[in-house]
């Protein structure tokens, strides 16, 4: 389960991974990016990849959080 989707003014008040709208062409898709309590991290389609150790210039996300801890 995941929480309703925030707009990119209002912060998550916990570090983790969250998943985040991007903006395309065609639309939105989404992905995950990794909240540390100031900035986002890159995002990526793969909840496991590299791009979430890696700041990203665009700041204002869409996001929404997981209802319960992940393992």
């Given amino acids: 389960m995941m929480t309703p989707w925030f707009p990119p003014h209002i912060k998550p ?6 998943e985040v709208k991007f903006t395309k062409l065609a639309g939105f898709y989404t992905g995950f990016a990794t909240w540390n ?14 791009y979430h150790r890696n700041f990203d210039a665009l700041q204002n996300k869409y996001w929404r959080g997981f209802k319960e801890k992940q393992t």
């Fill in 13 to 18: 008040v916990h570090t983790g991974v969250y």
């Fill in 37 to 50: 309590g100031k900035k986002w991290s890159r995002g990526s389609h793969n909840l496991l990849d590299d």
